[in-house]
């Protein structure tokens, strides 16, 4: 562990620093607290500079973002072990038939829109998140979450399966409560 | 839904990540696919709630100034403890020398050993962070009686506001800014396209001479006059910053 000399870091303000709110605002969804997601993502962060000569150049985001995932997973096992097992059993909540009319009952509003995708295990909140609220490509999920790039798009699918779920029918929220 | 490509293919024709051809084929299949019509639209219903939902989360401004300020503490070589000695008796011999021409700013902070490193710091800090889109002013203003109206409704100390233009350093306006947990003003001037902070806070320090400083590429020259405490940061010559000090001070 090196410091940064004036250059590196000068590249490092310029190519990693204006990520700070996409940081944050995976770490926040991710650990579904905003107070947590500040201490992970500066944890996140500092582990980025450290890790900075080995950026070879590309996307700095993706690359950032992988950073802050692998501490927010840490994070969870140790924190909430429970939280980061679970994963949503198909099988189990096969889900009514999500039409444009069900959901539109039910993905008004803020809140309501945070309570659905704050019941997805993490493993597919995060692909919402990437995809919908961070604008990343296929590619750059594939990046960040380390899924295969052929499995992103059925992922993705799945996730958002779960997300209708969560909104059209609150049984799901029992699943990993 | 029968249709299996609600499952699969519809996600990549409703993320643009098709290709052209995948795209031209998906959209043939939906001329005649109603399973795939009908997911399409919930799909795009629930895109479009989560966009007016407005759920991303900004970066609270805490983290921004905190991390910066900690990232460049933090980035130094895991050290032996052998060698943390070393470190931090020249630690102690910089601020030694330091203290003789102390640029002290904010009261109550002075017995942190890398006191001197880390205002530096934070000053360029809140310079670099004021050039990103939308950081620079609060009040955008070239009339000076504008920028010091605003400050004596925003800070708790009267402003010297200074109309520098025949002298080459247009006002853009100010901003307050946060250095080291501390609110201070800051008066924006743009000199030949090179923006120059100037940072004021209130001292009750005695005065001491002038001190000026290079970080990161930027310049940086603090002076005090009148109980005010002043520090120009800019991408500037030295001496473009030497002749606003002059300018203030004067």
Not at chain 1, 100 to 105: F, K
Not at chain 2, 173 to 196: C, E, P
């Amino acid at each position: 562990m090196n410091d940064l000399d004036p250059e590196d870091w000068l590249r490092f303000e310029r190519l990693v620093l204006p990520h700070v709110d996409a940081a944050f605002n995976f770490a926040r969804w991710l650990l579904r607290s905003r107070a947590d997601a500040e201490d992970v993502a500066q944890e996140a962060l500092l582990r980025a500079c450290r890790f900075f000569r080995g950026f070879q150049g590309g996307d700095a985001r993706a690359w950032l973002l992988q950073i802050v995932r692998n501490t927010c997973y840490s994070w969870l096992e140790k924190n909430r072990p429970r939280e980061s097992m679970v994963e949503f059993d198909e099988e189990l909540h096969r889900q009514p038939v999500a039409t444009p009319e069900s959901i539109a009952m039910a993905a008004e509003g803020r809140e309501r829109l945070t309570r659905a995708l704050e019941t997805l295990p993490p493993r597919y909140r995060e692909l919402i998140v990437l995809r919908e609220l961070e604008g990343c490509s296929y590619k750059e999920i594939a990046a960040i979450t380390s899924i295969p790039l052929g499995t992103v798009m059925s992922s993705l699918s799945r996730a958002r399966r779960q997300l209708h779920c969560a909104l059209v029918n609150p049984c799901c929220k029992e699943a990993i409560a | 839904m029968s249709c299996d490509l609600t499952r699969s293919a519809l996600h990549g024709y409703f993320d643009g990540e098709l290709g052209a051809a995948g795209n031209a084929e998906f959209k043939r299949h939906l001329e005649h696919c109603s399973d795939c019509v009908l997911e399409f639209a919930t799909q795009d219903f629930v895109r479009d709630s989560l966009q007016r939902a407005r759920l991303y989360e900004f970066a609270p401004d805490s983290l921004k100034l905190r991390k910066r300020a900690h990232l460049r503490c933090c980035v130094r070589p895991a050290a032996s403890p052998q060698r943390l000695i070393w470190q931090w008796l020249a630690a102690a011999a910089a601020l030694l020398v330091v203290a003789l021409l102390v640029w002290r700013v904010l009261p109550g902070v002075h017995d942190d050993d890398d006191y001197q490193a880390e205002l530096a710091a934070g000053i360029v800090d809140a310079h670099v962070r004021s050039l990103q889109p939308g950081h620079l002013t609060n009040v955008d203003s070239a009339d000076q009686h504008t920028v010091k109206a605003w400050f004596d409704g925003n800070v708790g100390f009267a402003l010297p506001v200074r109309d520098l233009t025949n002298d080459g350093f247009s006002l853009l306006g100010g901003r307050l800014d946060i250095v080291q947990g501390g609110t201070v003003a800051v008066l924006v001037y743009v000199r030949l396209g090179h923006v120059v902070n100037v940072f004021i806070w209130p001292t009750r320090e005695p005065e001491v001479s002038a001190r000026m400083g290079e970080r990161l590429g930027y310049q940086w020259v603090v002076w005090q006059k009148g109980k005010m405490e002043f520090c120009a940061v800019s991408d500037a010559s030295p001496a473009e910053l030497e002749q606003l000090h002059r300018l203030f001070a004067g």
